[in-house]
């Protein structure tokens, strides 16, 4: 039986998604749920978990990876929240809620740590009245906040709305925030306030609670496996070295270890990056010995691995010595010196068979320590009273929990779409793929391809988006492309895209319905969390399988995942690539009344025929014409409002 909560007429399978996850609050489960695109995961949660939390005391966390993701959760807490009489916050990051932060340019790189060093100085220079105080902190402390709590409690405002409120008249949008925090029923956050511990401490504090009294919402799960290794991992580029020794020409050059100064170790351990880049790297990654970089150290400054150690101490004193240097002038306190020693000492004490060391060169050369194990970074999970973790596309439900490191009894439940198949075709091309090997051989593969993408984009005026395996496949077959095809312009996902522009370039394309051609990264943000209902988008072209690239760190994560898991290739391979796919191929149908097409440009789709239906064509783009010429199929149960459409198309 739904709760009284759920504001909308439930669709087929709501009632079931709701049930889920209450079930799983009251018997402290973890639960593992795939459901459809479309159908309204967001408020089934929030209805399935907020009872339980408000009868039993305990606080609802929900944690997303987007800011899209994260409104979405306020405009669905709207619609539920007088029912319960329920509290919730919005909360980011202060480089996305500090003013400060915001409009500087300087500030606005610091991490998180560096951040709260800042604001602390400027709150006590507000204390000491001192003329470099942060205005918005003085103006919080010292006004009457009646105001802004009452519009806090009565809107329920995203985190963007929020912000706008508190600058506009002068306050600090952080602090207030956090002030909030205490009294909340439901807390929406980014992922890397809680799975990130330095500030996971800080938001349990806030919030008043332990782990024990949380229960977790992970939206979008599937981005959590690769997200808890990436936050795990760490990076020692040439640029930070050449930054540290910047910092030993302003702060001086102290002895380190006996007949090493800073600047000599500084300049060895660059020679070791140099000298390893030849020896091991092979394109754009290798895997190098364990104990490669401190023997060579070693070796190089004349000391044992104790002596190292100190080394490394005395490096790091000088760090801070300038980060304190910084802060007390009013900078952002980092100190690459003291990034350095950090890196090295964590290079010392890893665990050998959760990561590996790599030499990597992307943009520059680096040494890399990469986490292949996600359960790290994910090991609070089992204190929480309960986690509920959810997307469209988690299959296979187990391989996605164990990656997690969830106990073997943790539920895995699959909720299918409620809306027609025959709304959807996938079709995929059997005389073209994206395969290197093929295309290197075959000179015409790659105008095959995007003669494919031509010919469906020329023959089928609806809103299209190709989706790649990668950029460089994108710039590849694009260039080939006849970009304007029936006078459409052309638009493209790009690499290090800010998100101002990445709105606009998604607002265009959506504003223009069959007048634009969006060329985009399967796996990228367009592919994420981004809906196109109706006529926003209807054809969607995956331009080859998005394979993970064959680097030395995707072979030694799949040589991880079959040590510890027995099939290294369908969890390190296929499952992350079947994801991608789908992710793609999801952005089609995000109500009943959708209708749209998928075409997979590879003749590799038939390896994913256990998860992806898709049917054999020669002409694509006939087949395409066709289905659209059709009629769709008539919805059994019209919506009676378009606040109910909006409750599915989350």
Known sequence: MMPKSFPYSPRPGQERQVGLVSSACEERAHLVLESGTGTGKTVCALCGALEFCKARGKKLLYVTRTNSQ????????????????????????????????????????????????????????????????CRYYAATVSEDLQTVIRYSREELPTAEEFVAYCVDRGLCPYEICKMHVPAADIVAAPYIMFFDGFIRHALLDW?????????????????????????????????????AEAEVDEFGDPEVAEGVSLRDFLMMTSE??????????????????????????????????????????????FGEMVRDHRRMAGRLPRSYVHGTAGFLAFWQKIDEEAYVKLITKYDTKAFEAYCLDASIACRPLAECHASVHMSGTLTPLDEYRDSIGLTTDARLERVPSPFPSENRLVLYASDVTTRYEDIERD????????????????????????????????????????????????????????????????????????????HAIAGGRISEGIDFPGEELEVAIIA????????????????????????????????????????????????????????????????????????????PSEDIRRFFETEAKPVPEPQSSSKQRRGLQL
Not at 76 to 90: D, K, M, T
Not at 274 to 302: A, K
């Open 544 to 619: 080859g399988i998005p394979y993970p690239k064959p680097t030395a760190k995707q072979r030694a994560f799949q040589h991880f995942c079959e040590l510890r898991f027995g099939d290294g290739w369908e969890r390190a391979v296929k499952a992350p690539t079947t994801r991608k796919l789908l992710q793609a191929m999801g952005r089609l149908i995000r109500s009943e009344e959708d209708r749209g097409v998928a075409v997979i440009l590879d003749r590799r789709a038939v390896q994913f025929s256990e998860t992806i239906a898709a049917k054999k064509s020669s002409t």
């Open 272 to 317: 070791v990056l140099d000298s390893t880049v030849e020896e091991y790297l092979i394109d754009e990654d290798g895997i190098i010995p364990h104990s490669l970089l401190e023997e060579e150290l070693m070796f190089r400054t004349r000391l044992t691995s104790l002596g190292l150690t100190g080394l490394l101490g005395q490096i790091n004193q």
């Open 70 to 133: 994260q409104r979405q959760v306020m405009l669905e807490l709207r619609e539920i929240a007088e029912r319960l009489n329920i509290f919730g916050v919005a909360i980011q990051g202060r480089k996305h809620m500090c003013p400060l932060a915001e409009s500087d340019r300087e500030l606005s790189k610091g991490n998180p740590e560096e951040l709260s060093k800042v604001c602390s100085e400027r709150k006590a220079k507000v204390i000491r009245g001192d003329e470099e105080a």
């Open 207 to 243: 919030m008043a609670c332990t782990l024990q009294d949380i229960v977790l919402i992970v939206d979008e799960a599937h981005n959590l496996p690769w997200y808890a290794r990436e936050l795990e991992s760490a990076m020692l580029g040439e640029n930070t070295l050449k930054l």
């Open 443 to 518: 000179d015409t593969m790659t105008d095959r391809i995007a003669e494919h993408i031509s010919s469906i984009i020329s023959s089928v005026p609806r809103s299209a988006i190709v989706f790649y395996p990668s950029y460089a496949v994108m710039e590849r077959i694009s260039s080939r492309t006849r970009l304007s095809i029936g006078g459409r312009r052309a638009m493209f996902e790009k690499r290090e895209m800010g998100q101002r522009d990445f709105m606009r370039v998604v607002s265009d394309f959506k504003s223009t319905p069959g007048k634009a051609l969006m």
